[in-house]
T-cell receptor, first 113, second 114 residues
Framework: DVKVTQSSRYLVKRTGEKVFLECVQD?????MFWYRQDPGLGLRLIYF???????EKGDIPEGYSVSREKKERFSLILESASTNQTSMYLC????????????FGDGTRLSIL | QKEVEQDPGPLSVPEGAIVSLNCTYS??????FMWYRQYSRKGPELLMY????GNKEDGRFTAQVDKSSKYISLFIRDSQPSDSATYLC??????????????FGRGTQLTVWP
């Protein structure tokens, strides 16, 4: 079974802090994705990566950056956390190809106070 | 207009009912269609996967794609309380979309009561 592991289930941080969310997958997937999920808005793509050191902006990249130094690990960085970044963050991974389904972690519920 | 539209519900049905969940989409390039199930406080898990038009059945679940109407459905027969979850549709294009990106509906929250 594919395993996508997010480092924290719950995280509380303060406004202005730099926040790191980590995601690791064990299936040698080329693609990795970061989403946020908010009530009424569904899943929104923040950033994705199709190879080591490569990244592409999704629909809502403002206020975020990412890092992919190793194939299995994809990090989401909130440069200066703000209260409107309080959300559920979901990481996913997939093999290359347009038709490949994505496999999700169980999410990190992040609260910014 | 969002590329994928899905009625968020909530939908509440008695145990044993047939459930119909639906999505519409605007991009005619979409060829691959998926349904994900998401339990509370968990990540989405892949439930059904279909390519192009037609039906696919897996146990109590049937996925249906009508490309001419740009409409996909998920049917759940003999629904159970354990089916209570949020169901998300997702789709991708064969070409032209970016590197395996999926486009998701907002999800429909389903409750099956005993």
């Amino acid at each position: 079974d594919v395993k996508v592991t997010q480092s924290s289930r719950y995280l509380v941080k303060r406004t202005g802090e730099k926040v790191f969310l980590e995601c690791v997958q064990d299936m040698d997937h080329e693609n990795m994705f970061w989403y946020r999920q908010d009530p009424g808005l569904g899943l929104r793509l923040i950033y994705f990566s199709y190879d080591v050191k490569m990244k592409e902006k999704g629909d809502i990249p403002e206020g975020y950056s990412v890092s992919r130094e190793k194939k299995e690990r994809f990090s989401l960085i909130l440069e200066s956390a703000s209260t409107n970044q309080t959300s559920m963050y979901l990481c996913a991974s997939s093999f290359q190809g347009q038709h490949q389904p994505q496999h999700f972690g169980d999410g990190t519920r992040l609260s910014i106070l | 207009q969002k590329e994928v539209e899905q009625d968020p519900g909530p939908l509440s049905v008695p145990e044993g009912a047939i459930v119909s969940l639906n999505c519409t989409y605007s991009n005619s390039a979409f060829q691959y269609f998926m349904w994900y199930r998401q339990y509370s406080r968990k990540g989405p898990e892949l439930l059904m996967y279909t390519y192009s038009s037609g039906n696919k059945e897996d146990g109590r679940f049937t996925a249906q794609v009508d490309k001419s109407s740009k409409y996909i459905s998920l049917f759940i027969r003999d629904s159970q309380p354990s089916d209570s979850a949020t169901y998300l549709c997702a789709m991708s294009a064969r070409r032209g979309s970016t590197l395996g990106r999926l486009y998701f509906g907002r999800g429909t929250q389903l409750t099956v009561w005993p």
